[in-house]
C-alpha cells in the first residue's frame, strides 16, 4: 500500500540524467551508427548521454538493445571507474564507494529483463542510507537505486507478497507457476473455511461468541465469518493478477496495427537526411537529459525531456499537427469489421486509464469502437497509450477492483480508502494467523499421537520378542 519493489520508473531514471547539448558535439545518424547490426524493424529509439557522451540506444520489438557511442558507434565499455562516475552523477553522492561486477542478477534487479544487462556493476556509497546502485554493462544506464530504507521495507513487505526471492523471480514462468498454485490452494481453503463455517453457524452457541472453548478456534471462526469473503476476494484476484490460461489479450498493438498506425514499419532508414538535419536544429536550441523517437502517419516525431519541461516536435514536416479524423482514420484501418463510434477527450483518468501517483499523461484522447476496444492516445506524441478491450477490462476488475479496492469512488477519498483497507487487512491478518495457530497445534498433537502410537507398537514387539525368548 505504501512501500512497493524498489523499481526506478521509466520518469525517475530519465530526471535523474545529465544535460547534455548537441552543439559543441559532432555525431553520427542512427542509421550510420547501427550499419553493422541487423535491425528489420525497431520498436523504440533514444539519445542520452553516458558520462557527457551522446549515445543512441536501439531496442527491437523481442526486446533486444543495442547502445552505441554516437560519436564513433562504437558499443558501450564501462570500467569500475566509469560505473563510479555514471552512479555519482545519478544520485549526486560524493561519499567513498566499493564498487564489483557481478554475473549474475542480485535481489534487488530480480527479473528476467535485466540479464542482457549482465555482468552489471554494483556500486555501494558509504553514506547513511546505505546507497546501492545497479548500472548495465550494455546501456551504461543506472537499471535500480536503493537505500537501506527501501530494502528494508521490501523484505517486509513487497518480496515476502509477491514472493519476489531473487532464486524464484528470475524463473518467470516457474514464479507465475508457483503463485497460481498457491493462489488456488489458498482460494480452495478459504472457500471450504467459510462454507464449514455457515454450516456451523446454524447451530446456536451455548453462550455469546463462545461457540469453542478453544480461545483459538472461536477468533479464528468469528473473524473467518467477517473477514472471509474478503480473503476469499483478494486470494482470488492474486490468482487472476498472473492472467491464467492466457485468456487477456495483450494493451498494445499487435505488429500489423502498429504499422498501419505508423505508415510503415519503424526502422532507422525512416529517418531521413531532411529528418536528421531538422532534428538537429531543433536538438540544438537547449540542453536535455534524453530524447525518443516515435513514427506517426509516415512522420517522426521526438520527445525531448528537458530539466523542468518536456518538448514534443515533428521534424518530418515542421509544422505538422495530427489531428482527430487521422486518428480515426487509422484506427478503422485496423479491422474492416471495426469502426469508431466516439472520441473523447480525457482532461482526467477514468476508470481504465488512471494512474495512482497521477504519473500518466493527461489529456488523452479515447476512441471507442463497436467492438467496444478503447484506445487511449498520447495528442503529443501521437502514440497508442492503451488499448483496453473488454477482457482487459474485465480483469482490470477482476484484480486490481478485488484485490486493491480499486474503485474510483474510494481511491479518490483519501484517508478513507485507507481506513478500510487497514481495517480489512487487521481482520485478515488475525483470521490468517488463527489458523496458522490452529494448523500448527494440529500437527503437534498429530506427530505426539504417532510418536506415542509408534512406541506403543515398538513396546508390544519388544514384548512379544522376549516371551518368544
Known amino acids: 500500500m505504501y512501500k512497493s519493489f524498489p523499481f526506478l520508473g521509466k520518469e525517475e531514471k530519465i530526471q535523474r540524467k545529465k544535460e547534455t547539448s548537441l552543439t559543441t558535439k559532432k555525431i553520427l545518424t542512427p542509421a550510420a551508427v547501427f550499419k553493422q ?17 551522446i549515445v543512441y540506444h536501439v531496442e527491437t520489438a523481442s526486446g533486444k538493445v543495442i547502445s ?71 546501456t551504461g544506464e543506472v537499471l535500480n537505486i536503493t537505500t537501506s530504507g527501501d530494502r528494508f521495507w521490501a523484505w517486509v513487505g513487497a518480496i515476502p507478497h509477491w514472493l519476489y526471492f531473487k532464486d524464484i523471480r528470475i524463473h518467470s514462468y516457474f514464479w507465475q507457476q508457483l503463485i497460481l498454485w498457491l493462489a488456488a490452494f489458498g482460494l480452495l481453503m478459504t472457500l471450504t473455511g467459510i462454507v464449514t463455517g ?7 452457541p451455548k453462550a455469546n461468541f463462545k461457540r469453542f472453548k478453544n480461545i483459538w478456534y472461536n477468533l479464528h471462526y468469528y473473524f473467518g465469518l467477517g473477514f472471509g469473503l474478503f480473503i476469499c476476494t483478494w486470494v482470488f484476484s492474486g490468482f487472476m493478477s498472473m492472467t491464467p490460461f492466457n485468456w487477456v489479450p495483450s494493451s498494445s498493438l499487435n505488429q500489423q496495427d502498429k504499422s498501419i498506425w505508423q505508415g510503415q514499419n519503424f526502422t532507422l532508414k525512416s529517418i531521413t537526411d531532411k529528418d536528421w538535419i531538422n532534428f538537429k536544429e531543433l536538438a540544438s536550441k537547449s540542453k536535455f537529459k534524453e530524447i525518443h523517437f516515435s513514427l506517426f502517419n509516415d512522420n517522426i516525431f521526438i520527445e525531448k525531456f528537458n530539466k ?45 486509464y488512471y494512474d495512482r501517483k497521477n504519473i500518466k499523461t493527461l489529456p488523452v484522447i479515447k476512441i471507442i469502437t463497436n467492438k467496444s476496444n478503447y484506445y487511449y492516445i498520447n495528442p503529443k506524441t501521437n502514440t497508442v497509450l492503451l488499448k483496453s478491450a473488454p477482457k482487459n477490462r474485465t480483469e ?41 495457530g490452529l494448523g500448527i497445534k494440529f500437527i503437534k ?24 525368548n
Not at 544520485?91 to 555482468?119: C, G, M
Not at 455457515?198 to 446456536?204: M, P
Open 37 to 53: 547490426d541487423t535491425l528489420k524493424t525497431i520498436h523504440k529509439l533514444r539519445i542520452n548521454s553516458i558520462l557527457n557522451n
Open 68 to 138: 552505441r557511442y554516437a560519436k564513433d558507434g562504437k558499443l558501450i565499455n564501462l570500467t569500475k571507474n566509469k560505473a563510479l562516475g555514471i552512479a555519482k552523477n545519478a544520485t549526486n553522492l560524493k561519499y567513498i564507494a566499493e564498487v564489483t561486477i557481478i554475473n549474475e542478477v542480485d535481489q534487488w534487479i530480480p527479473k528476467s529483463r535485466f540479464i542482457k544487462h549482465l555482468p552489471v556493476y554494483k556500486v555501494k556509497f558509504k553514506n547513511q542510507e546505505n546507497t546501492w546502485v545497479h548500472i548495465s554493462s550494455l
Open 198 to 204: 455457515l454450516i456451523r453457524y446454524k447451530k446456536k
Open 308 to 352: 523542468d519541461t518536456v518538448e514534443n516536435h515533428c521534424i518530418t514536416s515542421i509544422n505538422y499537427n495530427a489531428s482527430n479524423e487521422q486518428y480515426i482514420a487509422k484506427i478503422n484501418s485496423f479491422n474492416t469489421k471495426e469502426k469508431v463510434t466516439e472520441l473523447i477527450v480525457l482532461n482526467d483518468y477514468d476508470a481504465y
Open 396 to 436: 482490470r476488475w477482476l484484480y486490481h477492483g478485488l484485490h486493491s479496492l480499486d474503485f474510483s469512488f474510494l481511491s479518490k477519498n483519501r484517508p478513507l480508502w485507507d481506513i478500510i483497507m487497514i481495517f480489512l487487512l487487521t481482520g485478515g491478518t488475525i483470521t490468517c494467523i488463527t489458523a496458522t
Open 445 to 468: 498433537r498429530k506427530t505426539k499421537k504417532h510418536l506415542k502410537k509408534r512406541k506403543h507398537k515398538n513396546y508390544k514387539s519388544i514384548e512379544v520378542k522376549r516371551r518368544k
